[in-house]
């Protein structure tokens, strides 16, 4: 996943841009973060809303004209989004650093730049034409509400762990260290209720109740070890043992598959080797 011409975010924004002017119906292309505000660095992602006056159509062609930059090997959806249609997208011959979030939002509905913080807008132009699709690489997409799209959002909100860790965000960091604490529970929580909807939601104290009652005595124990977050140090261990428990144990919750998808695997690895010491 490393070794491309993208040696910067800007770089690989410059590109994007570029490619996303020919989505049928783009009119207009917003960047956020820290690449608009000009804070970025080398584990800075790339931000971008694009304002469509077609959007059934630049949703269609989206994968087509961003493979003219990097293929792609991961799409997740985001949900809910302040956009008509939003995604974390990784490239296949990039390091998950280098992800885009993209908006497609439909032009009527998109709020005013005045409005909006943190936002350049790096093209303004008339509604391009359709084009044809060209071929695609085959790409994991998992639907909004399965229990591989919760595993892989957690596997995403530790990248953003590794970054606060690398920028020495000791704090930042213990944030999603925490998150990725009640999202273990959460999915413990689904798999003994059958209700897919509480991964996304924070174990009440009736929850937490019912896995005193259910979970057997060495599973408590086990996960209570995890959870030392007392140095940065030990933050890393816990946060791979976490993710190497949830993906050990999603196959409890209803519908999963019996092993974590390759992406997770492959997400997984990079974690691990990025917070190696």
């Known amino acids: 996943m490393t070794g491309s011409a993208y040696d910067s975010p800007l770089s690989l924004q410059n590109a994007l841009a570029d490619a996303l ?9 917003r960047a956020f973060g820290s690449l608009a505000h000009g804070t970025h660095d080398r584990y800075s992602d790339i931000d971008l809303e694009l304002l469509t006056a077609d959007s059934d159509a630049s949703r269609a062609a989206r ?21 008509g249609w939003a995604a974390t997208i990784l490239f296949a011959n990039l390091s998950p650093f280098r992800r ?13 730049v005045d409005t909006l913080d943190a936002q350049t807008v790096l093209w303004i132009q008339e509604p391009a034409a359709a084009i044809p699709e060209s071929a695609r690489t085959p790409v994991y997409a998992p639907a909004v509400g399965t229990p591989e799209h919760a595993i892989l959002e957690h596997l995403l909100s530790a990248t953003r762990y590794v970054k606060a860790r690398k920028r020495g965000q000791v704090l ?27 991964l996304s939601r924070r174990t009440s104290t009736t929850g937490f109740l019912a896995l005193d009652r259910n979970l057997p005595a060495s599973e408590r124990h086990d996960l209570l070890s995890l959870l ?23 196959d409890v919750l ?8 390759d992406t997770a695997a492959r997400l997984l690895a990079f974690i691990e080797e990025a917070l190696r010491p």
């Open 21 to 29: 002017r020919d989505l049928p119906g783009a009119v207009e292309l």
């Open 63 to 83: 994968q087509a004209v961003i493979e003219r930059v990097a293929p792609i090997w991961l799409e997740w959806r985001i949900h809910p989004s302040h956009s």
């Open 100 to 112: 885009l979030d993209l908006g497609i939002t439909p032009v009527g509905s998109a709020a005013s």
């Open 172 to 198: 930042t960091a213990y944030r999603f260290a925490s998150a990725l604490a009640h999202a273990a529970f959460a999915m413990l929580e689904a798999g003994r209720t059958g209700d897919i909807g509480s």
């Open 228 to 250: 030392d977050f007392s140095s940065p140090e030990r933050m890393d261990a816990a946060v791979l043992g976490l993710l190497r428990y949830t993906l050990t144990r999603h």
């Open 254 to 261: 209803p519908g999963a598959n019996a092993s974590p998808p």
